[in-house]
C-alpha cells in the first residue's frame, strides 16, 4: 500500500485488532484527494471490491501476527482455536489414534465442520491438508510469515465458492523484509511431557522496484502420555452404579466409582496371555509358568442391567492398563519454507510469485494389538507342568486373552510434504478499473507406515507351536486337524510369559504396513475491478471474477493392505477427481449519502455460479445492507445462500468391507413390536419389497454379524445453507479509542452429507412413506430367503441443522502518562444448534450448552506497551456445559461439567532496537481439565499441558 494517510489509518485499525469495530471514515478520503494523493482502494477478507469508504461489509475478526507472539504461539491453528467463533476441527490433541491424520491442524468455525471452512492464503485457496478432503492443514502456514489473519463468519460462499458455509479464514503474509531475523523460543511445562521447541530464519530485501521475504522455521512439539499429568492418573473412572436396581427407581446407572484412571484394567487381556478355567482365572507368568490371576481392587458387582463391574478393576494386579496406552498429544516435527518475491514492473502493474514448502512429520501410538486365540492345551512351548495343568482339568483346548507386546505398540507414522506456489499479476487497466489475475499450483504427498503390525495368516501359523520330530515346529495339519509335519518357513512363536519369543519368530509374523497417498490441486482466476457508474449518492463498485479449479486425490496401499493379510489395516485405493468453473459478481450499491438521517447507506450484491463436473451447476448469492448513522454508529444486515460440493473422498472413497450386527426390521415378530407411528410404515414398506406375512430371517442370520462395504457416492449433491447476519458497529465519540461491535447470526443448513450406520439404513429404509427413500437403495436382500445379505454405508444427503447466536467484540485504546493500554474481548453467545441426521423428526437432537458447544465462549486480551516493554494478559472462557441435553437422573450423576477460563501472562522487551527477548507463563494459576468423566481428557476443549514456562528471543541484523 503507498504510504498514504488512507493506508496509515487502515494500518491502525489492522494493529487495534478488530476492522468491523473500526469503520473507515470517509473524511480521510476526501482529505487526502483534497492533498491530490493518490489513494490506493483496500481490500478486506469477504469482498474482491477494493473500497475506500469503509473496511468491512461483512463482519471481520482480525488477529495481527503480534498476536502470535504475544500470546508464545508457534502454530497458526493453535491460536484460531481460541477464537469463540472457532472450535478444533483436528489437531494434535485429537487425532492420536486418527490413523490416516495424525497431527493434522484444522480449524473449524461455528463448529459446523472442517470442510465448512474454507481457508485462504492472501485471498486464494490453499490445497487441503489430507487426501480426499478439502480442509487446510494449518501446519503448512510459516508463523513468522503471517502479517495477520482475518476471520469472516457467513455469507462468503458467494464471493469464494464452496467450503466457505461457516466463513472463511484469510491468512494474509508478509510480503517484503529488509534484514535478517533469527527467532528462536522454547515452551516447557512444569511437569514432564509436552515441551516446544521453534527456530526460525528470516530474512528479505526491499529495492526500488522488487522486494522479496523468505523465512525458514523448524518446530516440534513433544508427546504428552496419560501418565504424565496427575489429572490423568487420579482421573475420574465410572462403573455401573452398585445401588441401581432398575431403571425406575431414580439411582442413576452409573457414577463416578473412584478417581484413579491411572490403576484403572481391563481384567484380562494381560501382555504375556491369560486364560479362564472352571476353578478360576489364571496368567501365564513372565517365566512362562502358570499362577493365579491377580486381580485387586476389584469392584463390586450391581444388579444394573448390563452390569460389567467384574470385567474392571482398580488397583495394581495384571490385566490390561489404560492409562499406559494413553497419549493425549501426537508428536509433531514441522519444517517451513516459505518464499514471496513482489516485481514492480511499472507505475501500473506489478508481479508477485508465493512458494510455500512444508514438511511435517507426526506419529499416533496406540497398545499393542488385542487378541483372543484358541490355544491347543499341549502346545509345545508349554512345560510339563503347564500341560499337567491342563491335563487335571480335562481342557484340550482352551481361549486366551493377550496383547501382543513383544510386537511393540502400534504405531502410525505420517510423513506429508507440500508444496503450493503462485504467480499473480495486478495492476490498472484505465484509471477506473483495476485486474487481478492469478495461477497456483499446490500438492501434498502423503506417506503412512505402521509399525507394530502382523500378518495375520503367519501369526496363526506361528502359535500352533507342535513338536516335530524332536524340534518344536508349526503344526502343518490335515483337513481333520492331525498334525502331518512343519510348516515350510514358519517359525513358531512363543508368546507366553516375558521375552520368550525368538527373534525369528517375531521377524516372521511381524511387518509394517504403508500407504502412499497424494492430493493435487490447480486453480487461475482472473478478477476485474472497478466503477460501473456514478450515482448522485455516489460510484456503484464492482468485481467481476472467472475461476477454475482441479481437485485430485490418490492412495495406493501396499498390496498386503488391499489384500487384507494385515492384522485390522485392510484398505483400497482411491483414486478421484472433479473441475469446476465459476463465474461471479460483486457489486456495491450507494443509495444515500450525506443526508440528516444518513450518512451513507449502500447495498450489497453478490452472485456465484458453479459449474462442477461432479454435482452439476449450481449457484450462491448475498444480499447486504450498510447503513451508516454516523462517523460513531453502523448498521449492517446481510443474507446469503452458501453451497459445499462433496469432496473427493465423499465421491470417490474405495469400497471396503466391513461388518455390523443389526435385526431385520421386517421379521414379523419386530412388525408386531415396533412402535405403534411406525408400525403402518414397516408393514407397508415390507410387503412392497416381497416379503411375505409371517416371514422371519433364518437363526443362523440373526446370530452372526452382517457383511456390508463402506464406500463412496457418486450420486452426492451440493449441500446448502441460508444464513443471516445483523449487527452494528459503535465508535463512541465519547470514549475516543472504545469500539464496539454486536453481529446476530442463524445458519439454516439442508441436505448436508451424513455417514449413516448400518442399523440406520435397515431401519430407516422400512420406516419410511415408501420404499423410494434415500436408504432403501443401499440394501441387498437375497432372492428366496429374503434375509440381507449386504448393505453400503454411503454418505447420503441426508442431514439438516440450525445454528445461531451472537458475536460480541469490545476493544479500546487508552493513552496514560504510564504507558497505553489496549483491552479486547471477544465474545460469541450460542442460543441454538440443532442437527437431526436422517431427516426423520424423531432424530432431532439439539446440541446447545453440551461440551462441545457451550452457551458462551471468550477470549480476552490486554495488551500494555511502555518504550521497549510490552505484556499480555489473555483469558480463554468456556461456560458451564452438561455432558448430555437428554440426561435424565437414571442415567448417571455426572452430567454437569463446570466452566473453565484460563490465563495466560506474556511480555516483550527490546533490550537494543535489535534485539528482543521473551517470557511469559502460559496456563498461569494451573488449570486442569474439569475433574468430571466427560471433559478430563478432552484435548479439544480444555488445556492438557498446564503451568508452562515459555522463553523467546529475536534478533535483527
Not at 58 to 70: A, F, H, K, R, Y
Not at 604 to 620: C, I, P, Q, W
Not at 888 to 916: C, G, K
Amino acid at each position: 500500500m503507498n504510504n498514504s494517510r488512507v493506508s496509515k489509518a487502515i494500518k491502525i485499525a489492522l494493529a487495534f485488532g478488530a476492522a468491523s469495530a473500526l469503520p473507515f471514515n470517509s473524511a480521510f478520503a476526501a482529505e487526502e484527494q483534497n492533498e491530490e494523493e493518490q489513494v490506493e482502494r483496500i481490500q478486506v477478507t469477504g469482498s474482491k471490491i477494493k473500497r475506500i469508504g469503509e473496511l468491512a461489509p461483512t463482519p471481520v475478526t482480525v488477529i495481527s501476527g503480534d498476536m502470535l507472539i504475544n500470546a508464545g504461539i508457534t502454530n497458526v491453528a493453535d491460536l484460531l482455536n481460541e477464537m469463540p467463533n472457532s472450535s478444533v476441527g483436528l489437531s494434535p490433541e485429537t487425532t492420536n489414534n486418527t490413523i490416516f491424520a495424525s497431527g493434522l491442524n484444522n480449524t473449524d468455525l461455528r463448529g459446523l465442520g472442517s470442510s465448512k471452512t474454507l481457508v485462504l492464503v492472501n485471498g486464494r485457496r490453499f490445497v487441503a491438508g489430507a487426501p480426499g478432503a478439502s480442509a487446510v492443514d494449518l501446519n503448512n502456514i510459516p508463523t513468522a510469515m503471517v502479517e495477520r489473519m482475518e476471520i469472516t463468519t457467513g455469507g462468503a460462499s458467494a464471493v469464494y465458492g464452496s467450503d466457505a458455509v461457516a466463513g472463511v479464514v484469510n491468512i494474509i503474509t508478509k510480503k517484503s523484509f529488509d534484514g535478517i531475523a533469527i527467532d528462536a523460543s522454547t515452551t516447557r511445562p512444569f511437569e514432564d511431557g509436552g515441551d516446544e521447541e521453534y527456530m526460525s530464519l528470516t530474512f528479505g530485501d526491499e529495492g526500488e522496484r522488487s522486494s522479496f521475504i523468505a523465512n525458514i522455521s523448524y518446530a516440534k512439539q513433544d508427546q504428552l502420555r496419560a501418565l504424565d499429568r496427575d489429572y490423568m492418573v487420579n482421573g475420574p473412572v465410572t462403573f455401573a452404579n452398585v445401588d441401581n436396581v432398575n431403571n425406575e427407581d431414580g439411582i442413576p446407572e452409573r457414577s463416578v466409582y473412584q478417581n484413579g484412571y491411572g490403576q484403572y484394567r481391563l481384567g484380562y487381556y494381560s501382555p504375556t496371555g491369560d486364560f479362564f478355567m472352571p476353578d478360576g482365572h489364571y496368567i501365564f507368568a513372565n517365566d512362562g509358568s502358570i499362577r493365579t490371576f491377580e486381580q485387586n481392587g476389584t469392584l463390586p458387582a450391581s444388579s444394573s442391567p448390563g452390569n460389567r463391574n467384574t470385567n474392571y478393576f482398580i488397583g495394581d494386579g495384571d490385566g490390561y492398563h489404560f492409562a499406559k496406552h494413553d497419549y493425549l498429544r501426537t508428536p509433531l516435527e514441522r519444517l517451513n519454507v516459505a518464499l514471496n518475491y513482489s516485481y514492480e514492473i511499472n507505475d501500473n502493474h506489478s508481479m508477485n510469485f508465493e512458494m510455500i514448502y512444508a514438511d511435517t512429520s507426526a506419529y499416533g501410538e496406540s497398545s499393542p494389538a488385542f487378541h483372543a486365540k484358541v490355544l491347543q492345551a499341549d502346545n509345545a512351548f508349554f512345560s510339563q507342568a503347564n500341560q499337567d495343568f491342563f491335563a487335571e482339568r480335562g481342557v484340550p483346548a482352551f481361549y486366551a486373552y493377550l496383547t501382543t507386546d513383544g510386537l511393540g505398540n502400534r504405531k502410525y507414522d505420517q510423513d506429508r510434504t507440500t508444496v503450493r506456489a503462485a504467480l499473480s499479476f495486478e495492476g490498472l487497466i484505465n484509471d477506473n478499473w483495476a485486474y487481478d489475475a492469478y495461477i497456483q499450483k499446490g500438492q501434498v504427498t502423503q506417506d503412512t507406515t505402521w509399525h507394530g503390525e502382523m500378518i495375520t495368516e503367519h501369526f496363526d501359523n506361528a502359535l500352533d507351536a507342535v513338536m516335530w520330530n524332536g524340534d518344536i515346529v508349526c503344526a502343518d495339519r490335515n483337513d481333520d486337524g492331525d498334525v502331518v509335519g512343519a510348516l515350510s518357513g514358519c517359525s513358531p512363536l512363543n508368546l507366553w510369559g516375558e521375552g520368550l519369543a525368538s527373534e525369528e519368530a517375531l521377524a516372521y509374523v511381524s511387518t509394517k504396513a504403508q500407504r502412499q497417498a497424494s492430493v493435487d490441486q490447480m486453480s487461475l482466476g482472473f478478477t476485474v475491478s472497478g466503477d460501473l457508474f456514478e450515482l448522485p449518492a455516489g460510484p456503484v463498485a464492482s468485481a467481476f471474477t472467472a475461476e477454475y479449479r482441479e481437485e485430485k486425490a490418490k492412495t495406493t496401499p501396499d498390496a498386503a493392505m488391499q489384500q487384507g493379510l494385515i492384522f485390522g489395516n485392510q484398505s483400497d485405493a482411491l483414486q478421484g477427481e472433479f473441475d469446476v468453473t465459476e463465474l461471479a459478481a460483486e457489486i456495491s450499491v450507494p443509495l444515500i449519502a450525506e443526508t440528516s438521517f444518513a450518512k451513507e447507506i449502500y447495498l450489497e450484491l453478490a452472485y456465484r455460479y458453479m459449474d462442477y463436473s461432479s454435482t452439476g451447476d449450481d449457484s450462491a448469492w448475498k444480499i447486504g445492507l450498510n447503513y451508516v448513522l454516523n462517523d460513531e454508529l453502523r448498521f449492517r444486515a446481510n443474507m446469503s445462500r452458501s453451497v459445499r460440493a462433496p469432496n473427493v473422498s465423499e465421491l470417490f472413497a474405495p469400497k471396503g468391507q466391513t461388518f455390523a450386527s443389526f435385526a431385520d426390521p421386517c421379521g414379523q415378530g419386530a412388525i408386531d413390536n415396533a412402535p405403534v407411528e411406525k408400525q403402518a410404515n414397516i408393514e407397508k414398506n415390507c410387503r412392497a419389497a416381497g416379503i411375505p406375512v409371517g416371514w422371519e430371517a433364518s437363526e443362523d442370520w440373526r446370530r452372526t454379524n452382517h457383511s456390508g462395504f463402506i464406500l463412496g457416492n457418486q450420486d452426492l449433491f451440493n449441500e446448502k445453507a441460508d444464513d443471516v447476519t445483523i449487527g452494528f458497529v459503535y465508535n463512541p465519540a465519547w470514549a475516543d479509542g472504545l469500539g464496539i461491535t454486536v453481529d446476530y447470526w442463524k445458519f439454516d443448513l439442508e441436505d448436508e452429507i451424513n455417514y449413516p450406520s448400518a442399523a440406520t439404513i435397515v431401519n430407516k429404509c422400512y420406516e419410511s412413506e415408501s420404499l423410494e427413500n434415500l436408504y432403501c437403495g443401499l440394501l441387498q436382500r437375497t432372492a428366496g430367503t429374503f434375509e440381507i445379505d449386504n448393505f453400503d454405508q454411503k454418505p447420503i444427503n441426508s442431514a439438516s441443522s440450525d445454528i445461531s447466536g451472537a458475536d460480541i467484540e469490545i476493544a479500546y485504546t487508552l493513552d496514560t502518562e504510564f504507558g497505553t493500554f489496549k483491552p479486547r474481548l471477544i465474545a460469541t453467545y450460542l442460543d441454538e444448534r440443532n442437527f437431526n441426521d436422517t431427516g426423520f423428526a424423531e432424530d432431532a437432537d439439539y446440541s446447545h450448552g453440551e461440551q462441545a458447544r457451550p452457551r458462551w465462549k471468550a477470549r480476552f486480551v490486554g495488551n500494555y506497551t511502555n518504550g521497549d516493554l510490552s505484556m499480555t494478559l489473555s483469558a480463554n472462557y468456556r461456560h458451564a456445559t452438561v455432558g448430555n441435553n437428554e440426561w435424565d437422573a437414571e442415567q448417571n450423576d455426572y452430567n454437569e461439567i463446570p466452566s473453565y477460563m484460563t490465563w495466560d501472562l506474556t511480555s516483550r522487551y527490546m533490550v537494543t532496537d535489535d534485539f528482543e527477548v521473551r517470557a511469559g507463563i502460559l496456563n498461569l494459576f494451573d488449570r486442569e481439565p474439569p475433574a468430571n468423566p466427560y471433559s478430563y481428557d478432552q484435548g479439544a476443549y480444555y488445556d492438557l499441558f498446564g503451568q508452562r514456562l515459555t522463553l523467546g528471543v529475536n534478533y535483527k541484523f
